[in-house]
């Protein structure tokens, strides 16, 4: 890809501190589901953050390795439909694959912003009495709509006014959170035996119904605490590609086992699990109303709603970025793969915005992060066994490879791609199954399924266009 001047191209006008701070939401993505997890494992869901940022580590190792092996793909979605695509023309079924990859991807990013919207409709209702008998879903309609519109002419010219937004947005969001954190913990608010004491519910027992809802929270904790691989999806337009992704990757990375585990602990060890399950999307109030009073929590309802326009501009960005890698490496309409003068996937974004307007109406967070969830378990999947495909493969050998994992890794990314499919997948269908019913499965795989015809159209284009030639 070029760095500039065709009408598909992106640019490369950003650093890895830039791709860093649009990436640095990512453990904003805990906020939709502190409540979720506590209601099922109590106080273990703390571990299975911990271990799921962990994982993330393991699976972005490989990610970082094919950063560097294909530094003009746009991340996850890139390095699949580089690594797959077919070497006969003929047969497309590889390619096909690698672009399943990306559309999975793109759905498992792209709802992230009606959730938030949602959220910051039931923020706002708490902060502004007016709002008090107004529907929570028009407070989060038009929110999405004001939000939606102002991050598309904010980044209209280019990511690094995206960047630049990031960083105002990271000061009054993220800085505010980690102070509630830490005050908790010095003010004596922290208790840990709220911890203990409710460690796991006394029901649990490891039979195959709890153990499939054990690997089922996995997969949606992997939506959230993985997904700071979103920084390499800026691999086109970062300057020195080779270098930046790596330092964003795994900087990110860094902030995210801290803060993950974190948060959890603290909601906990503060308000404990009952007044948690009770409140399960406004846990962090709570506890910044038991640290700071009344005030405290106005302010922290201010600082989360800014939190959650960063994340919504992570997804909006990263989602937009898949889908022109899609059109570009011929898996979508070649629309999607037009950028403005700016090179910014103007086409791409206009769509996102008319997508998540929809899923709003669905109104439960949880229902819509369960079927994107199931977007995300692919994408890894797929996007991993493209990895050990390319240490098998001897065509790969010539690659330039400037950051490589050790030679274990081939396998260890296969053990992590076979956890993602099919286990995760069968984990995470089980799980929607038994608390929100088949909506959010069947609107999962409706969604991915949308892919099927879309890629079918755009070959027979591409198969009439080289015919005509």
């Known amino acids: 890809m070029s760095n500039q001047g065709s009408n598909n191209s992106l640019h490369r006008t950003v650093d890895w ?79 096909f694959i690698g672009g399943f990859s990306a559309w999975s991807y793109w759905f498992a990013w792209s709802p992230v912003m009606a959730i938030f919207s949602l959220l910051i409709g039931s923020y706002l209702k708490e902060l502004i009495m007016a709002f008090n008998n107004a529907p929570e879903i028009v407070i989060a309609a038009i929110s999405g709509i004001v939000i939606f519109v102002i991050l598309f002419i904010v980044n209209y010219k280019g990511l690094e006014n995206g960047a630049l937004l990031s960083y105002v947005l990271a000061a009054l969001s993220i800085v505010p959170i980690l102070i509630i954190t830490l005050v908790s913990v010095i003010k004596g608010d922290f208790n840990f035996s709220n911890i203990l004491i409710h460690w796991i519910p006394t029901d649990f027992t ?74 399960p999307y406004l846990p962090i109030l709570v506890v910044a109303e038991k640290i700071f009073g009344s005030m405290g929590v106005n302010l922290s309802i201010l600082a989360l709603v800014a939190s959650m326009v960063l994340i919504i501009q992570t997804a909006f960005l990263g989602s937009a970025r898949a889908m022109h890698s899609m059109a570009v490496e011929g898996n979508l309409p070649k629309i999607f793969g037009k950028t403005n003068q700016h090179g910014v996937p103007v086409f791409a974004m206009g769509l996102i915005i008319v997508f998540n307007l929809l899923l709003i109406g669905l109104k439960t967070p ?24 390319t240490k098998f493969d001897k065509k790969f050998d010539s690659y330039e490879r400037v950051f490589k994992a050790p030679d274990i890794w081939k396998y260890i990314a296969a053990i992590f791609a076979i956890i993602n499919i099919p286990v995760f997948l069968v984990g995470i ?41």
């Open 17 to 95: 501190k830039q791709g860093l701070s649009i990436a640095i939401g990512v453990p904003l993505l805990i906020l939709p589901s502190i409540g979720y997890f506590a209601s099922y494992v109590w106080s273990f869901s703390i571990i299975i953050w911990l271990l799921s940022v962990i994982q993330g580590f393991f699976q972005n190792i490989a990610y970082g390795e094919l950063a560097t092996m294909f530094p003009d793909a746009s991340g996850l979605p890139g390095y699949a439909q580089k690594v797959f695509q077919s070497d006969n023309q003929e047969n497309g079924f590889s390619s």
């Open 429 to 469: 269908i089980y799980l929607n199954s038994i608390d929100l019913g088949w909506k959010s499965t069947i609107l999962g795989f409706a969604v991915l399924g949308l892919y099927i015809p879309l890629w079918i159209a755009t070959q027979n284009r591409k198969g009439a266009m080289n015919n005509k030639q």
């Open 206 to 279: 490891f039979d195959i119904k709890h153990i499939l809802i054990i690997i089922g929270l996995f997969a949606m904790a992997q939506w959230s605490a993985c997904a700071w691989e979103t920084a390499a999806v800026y691999g086109p337009e970062y300057k020195n590609p080779r270098k930046d992704i790596i330092k964003s990757l795994f900087v990110c990375g860094a902030i995210c086992l801290f803060t993950f585990a974190g948060i959890q602990a603290v909601c906990i060890g503060v308000i404990g699990i009952d007044d948690i399950i009770a409140r």
């Open 366 to 389: 949880a229902s819509i992060l369960a079927a994107s969830s199931i977007g995300y378990v692919f994408a890894n999947g797929i996007s991993l066994f493209a990895y050990v495909k």
